[in-house]
């Protein structure tokens, strides 16, 4: 069975202040413990956002982190200064960072590598553009994305990937794709993770879907037979929101 993950990415949002007031927040409401709950914070506040969870079902993430170790690259924090904080997840490959920070499908194979050695579970996002979306190329792109990314992944590896399906039309313009349309691409993932490995890792991986999920329409999504969960930018801002999301 896989358990249901939603996920909130503050992306470039909260001071330390702001950021534990929220979680605090977020605290005071009884959580579906049935729900795996991820924050996906600013690397500033990873540590006292780590403190604020303890004793809590939240799970803590990052939103990035270098291929390396170590080594001479300026402002780029690694996964070991991660592990070191007691990170749960990182999100790797969001298309902000493909889009703004030129981030490639290679560099992002070798963060997925260095993340599971690291135990350091991967949410790993892919996603068409409007213009793609528009010449119905939306699954070519989105497999031909995974296919890269899992380069080399050993099967054994998959239960502690999960893969968000954020198509970059989608996100932080109010346009959800519809629950049909959600599934149906998570729907074709799991396939080709079959075809990249066996059924069974098909039926392990977790799925989610992300792009303006709100209140209003996390049950209808989640209803859905291949979403195992939402990957939420604005919403989990809102406490209020937040807590309607992990209680669907
Ligand atoms: P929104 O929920 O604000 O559309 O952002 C989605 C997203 O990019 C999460 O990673």
Request: aromatic share 6%; with cysteine.
């Amino acid at each position: 069975m896989r358990i249901p993950i939603i996920a909130g990415n503050w992306k470039m949002n909260n001071t330390i202040k702001e950021g534990i007031e929220l979680i605090e927040e977020i605290k005071k409401s009884k959580l579906n413990k049935d729900v795996e709950s991820v924050i996906c914070v600013p690397y500033t506040m990873l540590k006292d956002a780590k403190v604020a969870v303890k004793e809590t079902n939240i799970k803590l993430g990052a939103q990035n982190m270098h291929y390396e170790e170590n080594g001479a690259f300026t402002g780029e924090i690694s996964p070991l200064m991660l592990k070191e904080i007691g990170v749960d997840y990182v999100i790797i490959g969001h298309s902000e960072r493909r889009e703004y920070f030129k981030e490639t499908d290679e560099d992002i194979n070798k963060k997925i590598k260095t993340a599971l050695t690291h135990n350091i579970k991967p949410i790993l996002c892919v996603g068409e553009s409007l213009e793609e979306r528009e010449s119905n190329i939306q699954e070519k792109i989105v497999n031909d994305q995974i296919e890269k990314a899992l380069k080399d992944v050993n099967a054994s590896k998959l239960e502690n990937i999960v893969i968000a399906y954020e198509p970059i039309w989608a996100i932080g313009t109010g346009k959800t794709a519809s629950s049909d349309d959600a599934n149906e691409m998570l729907v074709s993932i799991r396939k080709k993770i079959k075809s990249l490995y066996d059924e069974k890792s098909s039926e392990v991986i977790r799925l989610q879907y992300g792009g303006s999920v709100k209140p209003n329409n996390i049950e209808e999504l989640m209803s859905k037979s291949d979403v195992d969960g939402a990957l939420v930018g604005g919403a989990s801002l809102k406490a209020d929101d937040f807590i309607k999301l992990l209680n669907f």
